[in-house]
């Protein structure tokens, strides 16, 4: 082993460690789309039961009733609008916009702000609100 790996600080306590917000909402981001792709298959059974038959919608109406299938919907509401946002920020970082470390920290700090305010007013609707 070299010495140079040998000194390599080690500090690999996942609970201790103290993420910058920017470092928090980027694994929020990998969070999200990897909950998204699981989710697909139920949201693919749901679009085939809005488009099928009425009947089938009837039955998307119950499923979606279930306060369950509600609060899932909701994560994934919010998974969504996460990951847009942050998505955004990434792409406009990687066009070199945003990219000194007070304009990062902001924009994270935008994208959690602006995707969960979105998400208390679409969320909303969903629950039946208005
Ligand atoms: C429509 C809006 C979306 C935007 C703007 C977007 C944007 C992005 C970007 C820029 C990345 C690369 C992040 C990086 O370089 O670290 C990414 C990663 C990823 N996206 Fe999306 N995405 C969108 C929708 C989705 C959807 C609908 C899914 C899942 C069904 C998804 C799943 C993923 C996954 C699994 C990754 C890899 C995450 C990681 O390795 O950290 N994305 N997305």
């Not at 059974?45 to 099928?52: A, N, Y």
């Not at 994560?75 to 406009?92: K, N």
């Amino acid at each position: 082993m070299s010495e140079i790996t040998k000194q390599r600080p080690k500090f690999l306590n996942l609970v201790a460690i103290r993420l910058p917000l920017a470092g928090f909402a980027s694994i929020l981001h990998r969070v999200s789309g990897i909950g998204m792709f699981l989710m697909l298959p139920l949201l693919i059974w749901l679009l085939q039961l809005s488009l099928g038959s009425a009947e089938s919608f009837e039955a998307l109406k119950s499923v979606v009733a279930n306060p369950l299938v509600k609060l899932i919907l909701l994560g994934l509401l919010w998974a969504f609008l996460h990951h847009f946002c942050m998505g955004i920020r990434i792409l406009l970082i990687d066009v070199q916009i945003g990219v000194e470390k007070e304009q990062a920290c902001t924009s994270a700090k935008a994208v959690l702000a602006v995707s969960l305010a979105l998400t208390a007013v679409l969320g909303l609707k969903l629950l039946g609100a208005y």
